[in-house]
């Protein structure tokens, strides 16, 4: 693997925004540069057996040394660059928050290849979780879901939202207002806006 420069991250993933989009996108929002490093996919045995749990995406820095799962990652990120929250109130949503976003892609890509599963995906099981975050973001005053500045929540359910436009199922979130809202306004933050507009086109 490459060697971690002084101040300069590895993310090893494939080459999709799968699991590791968030992490881009906290790394995007923080100004951090970083080696974004595309594997092949599947991966073969012996770069395999250089990460901890033989797993993508798989970080690495001069604080944590290399550290797999993306929600670690993610966890561990926020953390490191003041994006946790301010109470334990806020980290404990902030939390909760993000794990949620994982409910509502996780059934797409066990049926990702059945159109059929697909079309009930869209109309019926995503709108389902989208309407809970709909309504917790109603319920504040200011553009963020937790605090009254960004965190980790906010983008990774900005993913979650870009997600849905990335594999054309804008219809789900259509009926939206204000989750809508909320995804125009954190594509206008300029770091972010900056890394929709460089980042690599990938299928999924």
């Known amino acids: 693997m490459d060697t971690v420069e002084s101040g300069k991250p590895n993310l090893y993933y494939f080459n999709t925004r799968g699991r590791a989009e968030t992490i881009r996108l906290i790394l995007a929002y ?3 540069e970083y080696n974004d490093i595309r594997i092949d996919y599947p991966m073969n045995d012996t770069i395999r057996k250089t990460f901890t749990f033989g797993q993508v995406p798989y970080y690495e820095d001069s604080v944590v040394g290399g550290l797999s799962q993306s929600i670690a990652i993610e966890h561990y990120l926020a953390n490191r660059y003041n994006l946790s929250g301010k109470s334990l109130k806020e980290r404990a949503l902030i ?3 993000a794990h949620a976003t994982r409910d509502v892609v996780n059934p797409y890509y066990l049926v990702k ?5 697909i079309r009930r995906y869209q109309t019926d099981v995503a709108p389902n979780y989208l309407l809970k975050f709909e309504r917790l ?3 504040k005053t200011t553009i963020y879901i937790v ?4 965190t980790w929540a906010d983008l990774s359910i900005f993913n979650l939202i870009d997600f849905f436009h990335q594999q054309k ?3 789900a979130i259509e009926p939206f207002p204000n ?3 909320f995804y125009q ?9 900056q890394y929709l507009q460089s980042r690599e086109k990938t299928r999924f």
């Open 113 to 117: 290849f059945d159109d059929a599963a």
């Open 147 to 150: 605090s009254d500045e960004i």
């Open 137 to 139: 973001l109603s319920k």
């Open 185 to 193: 306004q954190i594509s206008s933050i300029p770091s972010i806006s």
């Open 30 to 32: 923080v100004d951090i």
């Open 169 to 171: 199922m804008s219809k």
């Open 95 to 97: 939390e909760s928050y």
């Open 179 to 181: 989750l809508n809202l």
